[in-house]
């Protein structure tokens, strides 16, 4: 995808729609090429799913079905959302784990915005040891609101995660790469 592009959606949350037709033509060609599914490493994109799923006639697997299915079945009520905000202002997540009885709890708006710009910085690769810091105080700052589980709804957000005391991180590409290899072996 373009760089600017990228920066936008991720930084400025808008433009998003533009990368709808570089995931159809992707999508497409990964067809064409004999895939028997399709996978999405990041949460943000699945804004598309649907647009995507229309375009192919294999199915693509959901990081956000997924890893919803993976709390159900671990009976979480709560859950902590580390995610950049278009997957949060698209409600991705929200909808999904509210209609399992899971309740979504986000950033506040400062910390969101902060968050948007670690996000940024990892994927440029121009992260640094403050970035890390502050994702931890993001963590903690969750446990301080009784948090117990904290989702990273950002594929990127695993290489800077080092806090653990006393609260649960589940990554989503974890999620979907141990589903998707489920599937291979089906």
């Excluded at 994109?45 to 799923?53: A, D, S, W």
């Excluded at 229309?54 to 697997?61: D, E, G, R, S």
């Excluded at 670690?118 to 301080?144: A, C, P, T």
């Amino acid at each position: 995808m373009p760089y600017q592009i990228e920066k936008e959606a991720i930084i400025q949350a808008k433009g998003e729609e533009r990368n709808i037709p570089y995931l159809i033509e992707a999508a497409k060609k990964l067809e064409k090429s004999g895939a028997d599914f399709l996978v999405m490493p990041c949460n943000t994109l699945h804004v598309f799913i649907e647009e995507i799923r229309k375009a192919v006639n294999i199915p693509v697997l959901s990081i956000t079905e997924e890893t919803v299915n993976f709390l159900k079945n671990k009976n979480l009520k709560k859950v902590g959302l580390l995610a950049t905000s278009i997957t949060i202002n698209h409600n991705l997540y929200g909808q999904k784990l509210s209609e399992n009885g899971i309740k979504e709890i986000i950033p506040n708006k400062e910390e969101q915005i902060n968050l948007n710009k670690i996000i940024h910085r990892i994927v440029v690769d121009k992260y640094s040891n403050k970035d890390k810091q502050n994702l931890d105080s993001f963590i903690r700052s969750f446990k301080k609101k009784g948090l117990k589980t904290v989702i990273l709804a950002c594929t990127d957000l695993q290489i800077l995660v080092s806090y653990r005391s006393g609260i649960e991180i589940y990554d989503t590409m974890k999620i979907l790469a141990e589903t998707a290899a489920q599937k291979i072996i089906e």
